[in-house]
């Protein structure tokens, strides 16, 4: 490979470094406040037993890594962002969303903590109703903002132009990954590092697209800063991201994935969070139909979502992370092998 060619490599590595030694840093004055200030995570008490210890351990903690993400990549291109060129424009739409996301979750972790719905957060239709309007808008900026509207098959080399079905599409991409990263969000460590896979894998897919070098830089800048997050995050966990961070990290990377045009390989490359989702929402309709049929509702696993299905079944819950990031990882190298066809 000729030495230009790992230029962008070089830099993306590079920036990953320095955005986990940034964020790093102050990530114990983070967890140091947060407790100062009570905001503590509310455990259901449906969920397992095990998990009570962990009652009032500090919350909110996507902060860490978003403000890691929004200073690097700020930094990195204010030049692009002053003169509005293409670059600048591209790298606003990854940037806002995970801003605007990260605010709703912010919003919700406060009901849930603060809040008249304490360990509840917003209703779902609320917390639906204002994704749908996010999401909307994010279609309509790679639409007609970006003007991208194609889907990449593996083994084809042009990309196929699927018109305005494709800002539906941009909705159900992002509500979908926002919703089942939260999913995912239930032990220690695990949607950090699930989403430390996701976002390298579609670095490495950038790259190889080209010439998609400030997403590529966007993707390592994603990995360095959560790499600090889960510094703190690895068990027993110190800070908790909350649906501040969930929620931004799915619906960012639903975006750099629909930016890539290869977001057909997103159940691939985040399969664990896709299982998630899918295991939650096969225990809520098999439960209501069982109960309509039979007039008692019965479960097809122990719990939902999967990972504590895994821990009834008597997983250890870092046993259960490890194996999950895991599979993910091997899903992933799975993903991007296609993405070379």
Same mark, same amino acid.
């Given at each position: ?9 070089? &830099? %993306?590595? @590079?920036?990953? !470094?320095?955005?986990? =030694?940034?964020?790093?840093?102050? *990530?114990?004055? /983070?967890?140091?406040? #947060? ?87 917003? &209703? %779902?239709? @609320?917390?639906? !109703?204002?994704?749908? =309007?996010?999401?909307?808008?994010? *279609?309509?900026? /790679?639409?007609?903002? #970006? ?110 994935? #629909? ?83």
């Amino acid at each position: 490979m000729p030495l230009l060619d790992l230029y962008p490599w070089s &830099t %993306a590595l @590079t920036l990953s !470094t320095v955005t986990f =030694l940034f964020t790093v840093i102050w *990530g114990r004055s /983070l967890v140091r406040w #947060l407790k100062r200030k009570g905001i503590g995570k509310q455990i259901r008490v449906d969920g397992p037993q095990s998990h009570q210890v962990k009652m009032g351990t500090p919350t909110m903690g996507g902060w860490l890594f978003i403000a890691g993400v929004v200073i690097i990549t700020v930094a990195l291109n204010i030049f692009n962002l002053i003169q509005r060129n293409d670059e600048g424009r591209s790298i606003l739409l990854p940037l806002v969303t995970l801003i605007v996301f990260g605010f709703l979750g912010a919003v919700d972790d406060w009901e849930g903590i603060k809040g008249k719905r304490i360990a509840e957060g917003l &209703t %779902a239709r @609320t917390k639906f !109703t204002i994704q749908v =309007l996010l999401a909307a808008g994010i *279609g309509l900026v /790679l639409y007609y903002g #970006l003007d991208i509207h194609s889907i990449a098959l593996p083994g084809v080399e042009e990309r196929i132009n699927i018109g305005l079905i494709y800002i539906p599409l941009v909705m159900f991409i992002v509500i979908s990954t926002s919703n089942a990263m939260n999913l995912t969000d239930g032990l220690d460590g695990l949607a950090s590092s699930i989403a430390i896979v996701a976002f390298a894998a579609y670095g490495g897919i950038a790259y190889l697209q080209g010439p998609w070098t400030y997403l590529v830089q966007f993707c390592f800048i994603m990995v360095g800063a959560l790499m600090a997050f889960m510094w703190f995050n690895i068990y027993p966990a110190q800070l908790f991201m909350g649906d501040t961070g969930s929620q931004a990290l799915g619906a960012t990377l639903g975006v750099v994935a #629909l930016m890539t045009g290869q977001w057909l390989l997103l159940p691939l490359i985040a399969i664990i969070p896709v299982a998630e989702a899918l295991s939650s929402m096969i225990q809520v309709s098999y439960f209501k139909l069982t109960k309509r049929m039979y007039g008692q509702g019965r479960r097809v696993f122990r719990m939902a979502p999967l990972h504590h299905h895994f821990e009834m079944l008597g997983w250890s819950e870092t046993h259960t992370a490890q194996r999950f990031w895991i599979v993910n990882l091997l899903s992933a190298m799975l993903g991007i092998a296609l993405a070379l066809l």
